[in-house]
Structures are given as structure tokens and as C-alpha cells.
């Protein structure tokens, strides 16, 4: 077995002793594997173990590895900060958007979705961790975010999406995804789209075996499974550097 692979198992253990643990069933946690910076070969190693499901965090690096994966009966999500005019580069590949953060990128997939004749399955990332530097909209701003998304008829509101504040503190990090399940249950009673919004993307490789015990139905791991990343914003690919 290649080590990309017993990672994966590694972590698919957690996540199932983490659900059963906390009163959840071992199979209600999917799991996004994270691949930025991991080059297309390392992610077949993954594939063969199993891997379906896969995120991106940039638009020009999911295309290309898309692309290069083509062949892998694999589905895309885009996890990470997604700008407007880039909106039309990421329906390439993502059949999900887990980074629905303001109205303007709603207005601008809904009108490409329209245009394609297609729908979009997306989760509204939150920032539960009132970091300065993270996207996300504020908890308050969250159900009057959820009447306007009623409005457009392409995207298909999941959940919810949250990365907890970078610490060691897990006090802190709970109080983060307690807040997305907060805001998830209040939805589910008071939101337009009421009983869709079942979804709850939280925990990457630090800290996604608190994130299933707080309610996670999804984790996103990459450094788990891949080893760690030597560079925040590395580039494999000749001529990516400064892709976003
Ligand atoms: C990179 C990333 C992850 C995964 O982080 P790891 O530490 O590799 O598990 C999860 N979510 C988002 C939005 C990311 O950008």
C-alpha cells in the first residue's frame, strides 16, 4: 500500500471512531481531500485508495489538475476564495462551491449557471473565527444572506462552510464550529430553503476529528493524507506561479 493511501485509511479511521464516539453513524462524515500543490500523480495514488471526492482552493490550479485527472471517475470542489471574474474558470471543473461568500459571486455564478443551462450545489462560508484575515460572511449576516440566495434559482444552498481560528486552542477551534452548527440549526428552521441546509463543511487535517464530534458531515483534509505543504502558495506547475 503507498503511503498517500494508508494515510487516507489513517484518516478514514479517525473520522469513524470520531462519529461513533459522539452518537453519529461511522458513515456520516464525507471527506474532501484536499489537493493544492499536490501534483496529479500523488492524487492517483489517492484515487486508487478510494479518494472520489477532491477540493481546490485556486481556480487555475483545479483546471489544470482537472484536466490532467480527466480519465478519474473524481468530482471537483472549490473550497477556497473565489473572485468574480473567475466565476466562468471554475464551472469548468467544480461541480460545488463550498466558498459562497457574498451576493456579488451569487449574482455572477447564477448568471454563467443560467447561461449553461445547469445547476450548482453551494455551501455559505462563514467566519466563525471574526479573524480579519478570513472570508467568510459574519454569523449576523448569515439569514439575510439565506432570504437573498432565494432568489436565484441556479445555486442550490447545501450548508454551510467555516475554517476555525488558527490556534492550538481547542476550547477556541470548538467555539468555531459550534458556531456554524448554530447557524445551521437556526436555518433549518427559519431560512427560505429551510430543510436543505443540512450541510456542515468544517475541520482540515488539524483539527477535523473535533469538528465531527461538533457535527461536521464534511471535513476537508489535505496535509493529513498528502505529508505536509512546504510553502503556503507553492506552485508544481511551470508558468502557474501567481495563479489564483
Ligand atoms: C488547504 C485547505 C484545507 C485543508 O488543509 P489541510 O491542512 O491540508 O488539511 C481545507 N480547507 C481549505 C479552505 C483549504 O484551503
Known amino acids: 500500500m503507498s503511503l498517500v ?3 487516507l485509511a489513517g484518516v478514514r479511521a479517525r473520522i469513524v ?10 458513515d456520516s462524515v464525507r471527506v474532501v481531500l484536499v489537493t493544492k500543490t499536490v501534483e496529479p500523480d500523488r492524487v492517483r495514488e489517492a484515487i486508487a485508495a478510494g479518494a472520489r471526492d477532491l477540493g481546490e482552493n485556486k481556480v487555475q490550479e483545479g483546471r489544470r489538475k482537472a ?12 473550497i477556497g476564495h473565489l473572485q468574480s471574474n473567475k466565476v466562468k474558470d471554475a464551472l469548468r471543473f467544480a461541480s460545488e462551491v463550498q466558498s459562497l461568500d457574498r451576493l456579488s459571486l451569487a449574482t455572477a455564478l447564477e448568471k454563467r449557471l ?3 443551462g445547469r445547476g450548482l ?3 455559505v462560508q462563514v467566519n466563525t473565527s471574526g479573524e480579519a484575515s478570513k472570508f467568510g460572511l459574519a454569523p449576523e449576516d448569515v439569514p439575510a444572506f439565506l432570504k437573498e440566495l432565494a432568489g436565484f434559482h441556479a445555486l442550490r444552498p447545501k450548508g454551510f ?20 452548527r448554530d447557524i445551521r440549526d437556526r436555518a433549518l428552521h427559519e431560512a427560505p430553503q429551510g430543510e436543505h441546509l443540512t450541510q456542515l463543511s468544517m475541520g482540515m487535517s488539524g483539527d477535523f ?3 465531527v464530534e461538533e457535527g461536521a458531515t464534511i471535513v476537508r483534509v489535505g496535509q493529513a493524507v498528502f505529508g505536509p505543504r512546504a510553502l503556503p502558495n507553492s506552485h508544481y506547475w ?3 506561479a501567481g495563479a489564483s
Open 67 to 78: 484536466d490532467a485527472l480527466s480519465d478519474e471517475p473524481v468530482r471537483w470542489s472549490m
Open 161 to 180: 462552510m467555516t475554517l476555525a481560528t488558527f490556534t492550538p486552542d481547542e476550547h477556541e477551534v470548538r467555539r468555531c464550529f459550534q458556531s456554524l
Open 5 to 7: 493511501a494508508s494515510n
Open 209 to 211: 476529528e473535533w469538528a
Open 121 to 123: 450545489d453551494v455551501l
Open 114 to 116: 443560467q447561461f449553461l
Open 238 to 240: 511551470p508558468g502557474a
Open 17 to 26: 471512531d470520531a462519529a461513533l464516539r459522539s452518537g453519529r453513524a461511522a
